[in-house]
């Protein structure tokens, strides 16, 4: 029989895991100032980790001598979960922000879903099941308590970032740091999984709209005489932010009729695409130039979807196709594909 303290303990981390996953994958998501609260609850469910770490610590010791098989995965899930939080505190406090060249976003990512599917064994190999009698009166009181400890660890870590010179104080809500605004040349490229920029032929690069009036098709040239700059910022889910002067054409004035489709969807000649709502037609821009130059391979050329208030994955580049469609802007993978 394991002790009743170890099993609530261990309830309690699962708890505080799901939500870290949660509010991580809504923080990524999180593209204007009213998506600010999932951040600040990621954080929170972070200190929540911590905190139950010396009480899984003794779990764990008790563990390890009764576990002989899977004992090694187990440790492995327990280093992987150090590792996320150290690269999610290296990050936000700005002290370590890379590894390697490689961004510690990247990294906080990486390692918490290679978490994932060992987590998922170790609940079936060690069945955590809560029980009835988990929700007594105690219990509660307990997670209570544990809870506003982990949101005071937060304000108090939050207000040491914010009041001495670390790094971190200068990251935006969404937790990225500023890279190369108003200089698109040194702006990272970022290309998602295995997407590859394409080489584009100017001269035969057509643009393709389709409406509720139809299909048509637009040049490089056409495009161009139509053009308005729009001051726009792009925030990568790997933890940079960029604003750029964006010359482009107004997606509104490519569109004559919307009619009942309820979503945009944005091809890219790579195969990669994403789907927007009808509602931010009027803030849509696809750009052909950047800082007053045209784009660079990197950053999309000859085409680029400027997404004001939308995280950089929806920022498609080499955009082929428009087409506005009946299907819900929901319907479509949580991150691209392509
Ligand atoms: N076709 C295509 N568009 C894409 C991507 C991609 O991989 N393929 N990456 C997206 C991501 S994740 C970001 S952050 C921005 C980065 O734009 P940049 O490379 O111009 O900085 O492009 C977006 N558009
Ligand atoms: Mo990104």
Redesign the pocket.
């Known amino acids: 029989m394991r002790h009743p303290g170890g099993r609530i303990s261990n309830l309690a981390l699962l708890l505080a895991l799901v939500l870290a996953f949660a509010t991580g994958a809504g923080a990524v998501a999180a593209g204007t100032p009213r998506g600010r609260w999932v951040v600040i609850a990621h954080g929170v469910a972070a200190m929540l980790v911590i905190l139950l770490i010396p009480w899984k610590t003794r779990i764990v010791r008790a563990g390890v001598r009764r576990h002989k098989i899977g004992r090694w995965a187990s440790l492995t899930l327990a280093a992987l979960a150090v590792v996320t939080l150290l690269f999610g505190l290296g990050y936000t406090t700005g002290l370590v922000r890379e590894v390697g060249g490689i961004r510690g976003m990247w990294l906080h990512v990486a390692a918490a879903l290679t978490l994932v599917p060992l987590l998922l064994w170790h609940l079936v190999a060690r069945r955590v099941l809560p029980r009835r009698t988990d929700l007594s009166r105690r219990t509660l009181m307990r997670t209570g308590t544990v809870a506003a400890a982990a949101a005071a660890l937060y304000a108090v870590t939050t207000a040491v970032v914010e009041l001495t010179p670390t790094p971190g104080r200068r990251r935006r809500f969404t937790g990225s740091y500023e890279v190369g605004s108003f200089q698109p040349r040194t ?7 295995n ?1 590859t920029s394409p080489p584009v032929n100017p001269a035969t690069w057509r643009l393709t709209v389709a409406d509720a009036d139809g299909t048509r098709t637009w040049s490089l040239p056409d495009l161009s005489r139509q053009t308005v700059t729009r001051r726009e910022l ?1 925030d ?3 933890g940079w932010y ?1 604003e750029q002067d964006w010359t482009g054409v107004p997606v509104s004035t490519l569109i004559r009729r919307v009619g009942a489709a309820r979503s945009l969807l944005v091809h ?1 000649v ?1 195969g ?1 695409w994403i789907r927007l709502p009808v509602a931010d037609l009027d803030t849509l821009l696809l750009a052909t130039e950047v800082g007053g130059t045209p784009l660079s391979r ?3 050329y000859p085409l ?1 979807l400027v997404a004001p208030g939308r ?8 955009v082929d196709r428009i087409e506005l469609q009946d299907t819900p802007w929901w319907w479509q993978p949580p991150f ?1 594909m ?1």
């Open positions: 702006m990272p490229n970022t290309i998602w999984l997407d792009l990568c889910t790997s960029s890219s790579t990669y990197g950053h999309g680029r995280r950089g994955f929806w920022w498609v580049k080499w691209p392509r």
